[in-house]
Nanobody, 123 residues
Framework: QVQLVESGGGLVQAGGSLRLSCVVSGRTFSSYDSGWFRQAPGKEREFVAAIKWNSATTYYADSVKGRFSISRDNAKNTLYLQMNSLKPEDTAVYYC????????????????WGQGTQVTVSS
């Protein structure tokens, strides 16, 4: 079974930084596209960032462009999300996800998900 485990969440003050990590096991990580999503209380799960299996392409939600950076280390089977200049509105549960390489970044396209890690940004 493919498993994804996030870490690195926590509580930070506005303007601070966090780096989330997601370790993927069960399959060769390089075989998958991957991404980060988040869900705030009372909100739908939304796309944050995505990266192609070969890191050829990255994509970001407008709300995080210039502040967040997605990367991956296939040798370590790990996906990262560097979050800088955090804002209170970034508060959410963050999920990493993976899918068989394909076009698109919609949540419904991802068939493997982590358990989520809480990120809380105080003002």
């Amino acid at each position: 079974q493919v498993q994804l485990v996030e870490s690195g969440g926590g509580l930070v003050q506005a303007g601070g930084s966090l780096r989330l990590s997601c370790v993927v096991s069960g399959r060769t990580f390089s075989s998958y596209d991957s991404g980060w999503f988040r869900q705030a209380p009372g909100k739908e799960r939304e796309f944050v960032a995505a990266i192609k299996w070969n890191s050829a392409t990255t994509y970001y939600a407008d709300s995080v462009k210039g502040r967040f950076s997605i990367s991956r280390d296939n040798a370590k089977n790990t996906l990262y999300l560097q979050m800088n200049s955090l804002k209170p509105e970034d508060t959410a549960v963050y999920y990493c996800a993976a899918k068989v390489p394909s076009l698109g970044i919609a949540p419904r396209l991802y068939n493997y998900w982590g358990q989520g890690t809480q990120v809380t940004v105080s003002s």
